[in-house]
């Protein structure tokens, strides 16, 4: 496939259609060719870079893979205006955008405003090569400006020389730490006595574990195995070198098509050995969540959300309830519109919002990378679609990051809360290389 992106990266027609594209454009105007790829492989893996930044996102049960390699753009924010920031700078960019079929820009944010470290809090992204497999149809989509276009033709194929680490890492041995376990439960012992005082009604607390292996992590084996494990899930990625945040989101934070709008509200969790879903604790959780979104959405919309039936959502190992909620939105609302209104949603975050993330930074919650962020594509038109950035790994050389979250509700158990985190830690584990049985209570 690689000598075939070469061929088709240097053929005369494909030199043709972008010098039409880029005549009398600006030189800040974007231009992006898309070429169709016959016999394409399915998900591109084979491609992830070792050098240049890399976006990744799967639906596999779906038939659904992107790849985007190489920046051709990148907006970056941070603060309390992040989104306004980039819906505005967006925006401009997507005014003068030539192109001659669908384009697509990546983007992923932090759960609170201000964490910038080690990734971005905010960041934009249009790439310089997106290979697609979709609906059967395989696709390359080089984009650049037009003032870059003779220079990007020189270095897109230096971008397809894929570098991984080697396979034969070991995770190495990590030691049980009951303390930090027994500090975690304190908190949720906090956060129940304070709701009990009536400060608000659920909370979302996480926990971080740190994973090390004799060599460097493989994120393209990570995905290759989130693919396996977790068909009926958003698996994403983003990365940079050594540096990679990916995992498998069951959870949509927000979809646009048009005026239509599409959230998926989540909630409540059960794992082979716990309680039955429907218990109470996890049926109220779930109904703060959607009231909550419900709430947030009416300002945006035509007329109020309408709430789909309770159902199961299978995750892996993992099952929680889910309503999906549909509206319509006023004409002039934006994606980013939407993601200021929704994040973070209860399932996050906690309810209310406001006195949740009061709590949350009085205990000083810390949540690395874009965990319990969003991660998502978008379209020149305003379309687009984000995930919560849920069953994620920051991934830095032989350290590997996992952190997962528990919402705290009248009626939760702290020893109940901790498996529940230990159990979402089993996903990650598992496409890591480990078992959630052999690295179990270790932070």
């Known amino acids: ?187 949720v012992i906090a956060a129940l006595r304070d709701m009990g005082r009536g400060q608000f009604d659920k909370v979302v607390l996480s926990r971080s574990r740190r994973i090390e292996s004799t060599q460097a992590f493989s994120a393209r084996r990570i995905l290759a195995r989130l693919n396996a494990q977790q068909p009926a899930s958003v698996v994403y990625g983003h990365g940079h070198g050594q540096l990679a945040f990916l995992g498998a989101s069951p959870e949509r934070l927000v979809g646009k098509q048009g005026r239509r709008i599409r959230v998926d509200a989540l909630a409540g969790t059960a794992w082979p050995g716990s309680l039955a879903l429907a218990e109470g604790k996890n049926r109220h959780e779930q109904s703060l969540v959607v009231r909550a979104i419900c709430e947030a959405l009416a300002p945006c919309c035509a007329a109020a959300p309408e709430v789909g039936d309770l159902e199961e959502h299978a995750a892996g190992q993992l099952r929680h309830w889910r309503s999906r909620i549909r509206a319509q939105a006023l004409g002039e609302t934006t994606l980013f519109d939407l993601l200021r209104v929704l994040h973070p949603t209860p399932a996050v975050g906690g309810f209310p919002a406001a006195a949740a993330q009061t709590w949350l930074d009085a205990h000083h919650e810390k949540r690395n990378g874009w965990y319990s962020g969003g991660f998502g594509m ?26 997962a979250g528990a919402g705290i509700v009248a009626g939760s158990d702290p020893e109940q809360e901790l498996a529940e985190t230990e159990a979402k830690f089993g996903t990650l584990l598992a496409a890591l290389g480990g078992t959630p049985a052999r690295h179990s209570r270790c932070a």
């Open 1 to 187: 496939m690689i000598a075939t992106l070469h061929r088709l990266l240097a053929a005369p027609e494909t030199h043709r259609q972008l010098a039409e594209l880029a005549a009398g454009a600006p030189a800040s105007a974007m231009l992006s060719l898309r070429l169709p790829l016959p016999g394409a492989p399915a998900d591109w893996l084979a491609l992830l870079p070792g050098e240049q930044p890399w976006w990744y996102r799967a639906r596999p049960q779906r038939g659904e893979y992107r790849l985007a390699i190489g920046h051709a753009l990148q907006l970056v924010s941070a603060g309390p205006n992040r989104f306004a920031a980039l819906d505005n700078a967006f925006n401009g960019v997507c005014r003068d955008w030539r192109r001659n079929g669908p384009a697509l820009a990546f983007a992923g944010f932090a759960f609170d405003t201000r964490n910038d470290q080690p990734l971005p809090n905010a960041l934009l992204a249009i790439p310089g090569l997106l290979l697609e497999s979709r609906d059967g149809q395989c696709a390359l989509t080089l984009s650049t400006t037009a003032g870059r276009l003779a220079q990007s033709l020189d270095e897109w194929p230096g971008w397809l020389h894929a570098k991984h680490p080697a396979d034969t890492g070991e995770m190495l041995p990590c030691r049980a730490e009951p303390l930090a376990d027994r500090a975690w439960m304190a908190r």
């Open 378 to 403: 978008l379209t020149p038109e305003g379309d687009g679609e984000f995930s919560v950035a849920l069953r994620s790994a920051l991934l830095d050389g032989c350290t590997a990051e996992l952190q």
